[in-house]
């Protein structure tokens, strides 16, 4: 087999025509396969090499020329596997080409820092996953870089000006999930000749059409729903040849390449994508309207949910939301909150979501982070609905919330006896 026949044909077998008009569910069933059919298979092959060997001369010549992550050149690279993932979260995402790397995180990192560098200014969303802003802070600003903050695109536009490299937002926030406009964003920064970068993990190519938002660069942690079997860590940039330009070349130097076998994995993930985005829909929905109507929750943040501040704009620019979501306590001693939360029978107690498991974590976001642990502050947690029996989840959040209902005698602000 030589690898010609294991790359397959540069684009794929069905035209752009026949895929833009196809369902995402059954879009997902046919992309990344291009490699399948020269093994009589319905699976594409899983390439493990570091070394990538040419017949001749001339082939490997070709191979060195220019950035490429669609062609053989080095394991580094990416192989024949790594291409089909690639190229399958391109035709997701309504888009040229895709990049993967090693995490989310490694993701987003080689966004930043492909436009960072002194005399540059980047603009960040409010709320932005944790590790992102550390990010920003340690290492960008160490390196010279300027990062501001932004809470909406009217805050944007006063901040964008000559020195600006890019505009990097989440929608929804990580943790407090207030809702980011990414087409008055994306317009307010290509007016000025600023690309925008968002981090599209929450919405997935199922529920949010971030480039047809006018989003330049998305990046998705595939770690969440993408691969959903909470079994390994991946990232995905999406964007045209041109505006990923840089990241390649970012990408290129540093390293930042996934292995085979995580891509191989995620494109099995990716053929059930669209039936465990409804179905985590669905149940997250069902939970956060009974948790709504909970006497000892205080507020649901979803923007799914008609009562939340977003969702006007939640509805305007996704077809969907599986979650997660955050849920508001009254406070309680830190002794009750440990009661509560090690309560849980389903629900693991974890970080990270998009798995087919429930999942429940205290949310503790940056601007909350000097009074975490102070019990008159009010609680966050944050749910991860998985793929369980919805009810069965209601009871096990009913009987730990139990434990916030007896304790609701005791005084936020002062030792209790269970102290
Ligand atoms: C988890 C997460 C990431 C990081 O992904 P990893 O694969 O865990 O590095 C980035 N952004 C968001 C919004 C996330 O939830």
């Not at 990192?109 to 540059?120: D, E, F, I, Q």
């Not at 290129?252 to 076998?261: F, L, Q, S, V, Y």
């Not at 077809?319 to 849980?344: N, Q, V």
Request: proline residues 5%; charged residues 15%.
């Amino acid at each position: 087999m030589t690898w010609s026949s294991l790359t397959g044909p540069l684009l794929p077998s069905l035209s752009l025509t026949e895929k833009e008009t196809m369902h995402p569910e059954t879009q997902l069933i046919h992309v990344g396969r291009n490699t399948a059919s020269a093994i009589h298979a319905i699976n594409p092959p899983l390439v493990r090499t570091s070394t990538t060997v040419f017949s001749t001369l001339d082939e490997y010549k070709q191979a060195q020329r220019g950035i490429v992550f669609d062609g053989p050149r080095y394991g580094r690279s990416g192989t024949a596997t790594t291409f089909e993932l690639q190229r399958a979260m391109a035709e997701l995402s309504g888009t040229e080409t895709a990049i993967a790397t090693s995490s989310g995180l490694a993701a987003i990192t080689a966004v930043l820092s492909a436009h960072a560098g002194p005399g540059h200014r980047i603009l960040v969303s409010a709320g932005i996953y944790g590790p992102t802003r550390a990010f920003c802070e340690e290492e960008l600003v160490r390196a010279g870089t300027v990062i501001e903050y932004f809470s909406s695109s009217a805050e944007l536009s006063a901040l964008l000006c000559d020195d600006t490299s890019i505009v990097f937002v989440e929608t929804p926030a990580s943790l407090t999930m207030e809702m980011f406009d990414l087409v008055a964003i994306s317009s307010a920064a290509h007016a000025r000749g600023v690309p925008v970068a968002c981090d599209s993990t929450w919405g997935t190519p199922v529920f949010l059409d971030a480039h047809a938002l006018g989003v330049d660069i998305s990046i998705h942690a595939a770690t969440k729903f993408i691969n959903g079997h909470s079994d390994l860590l991946l990232g995905l940039i999406t964007g045209t040849y041109d505006a990923l330009g840089r990241v390649r070349a970012h990408c290129d130097r540093n390293g930042t390449h996934a292995a085979p076998d995580v891509c191989w994995l995620t494109l099995r993930g990716v053929r059930t994508l669209a039936v465990r985005m409804q179905r985590h829909q669905t149940s997250a929905l069902t939970v956060a309207r009974w948790l709504e109507a909970h006497p000892a929750v205080r507020r649901v943040l979803f923007p799914a949910l008609e009562a939340d501040p977003g969702h006007k704009l939640w509805k305007s620019q996704f077809s969907g939301a599986a979650g997660p979501f955050t849920i508001e306590l009254p406070p309680c001693s830190e002794a009750t909150f440990a009661r509560f939360i090690d309560h849980f029978a389903l629900f693991g107690l974890g970080t990270s979501w998009g798995g087919f498991e429930s999942l429940v974590m205290p949310a503790v976001p940056h601007h909350l982070r000097a009074i975490d642990g102070a019990s008159d502050a009010p609680r966050l947690v944050r749910l991860h609905i998985g793929l369980e029996n919805a009810e069965d989840l209601i009871e096990d959040l009913d009987s730990a919330l139990s434990v916030l209902l007896y304790a609701s005698g005791e005084s936020g602000s002062h030792p209790t006896s269970d102290d």
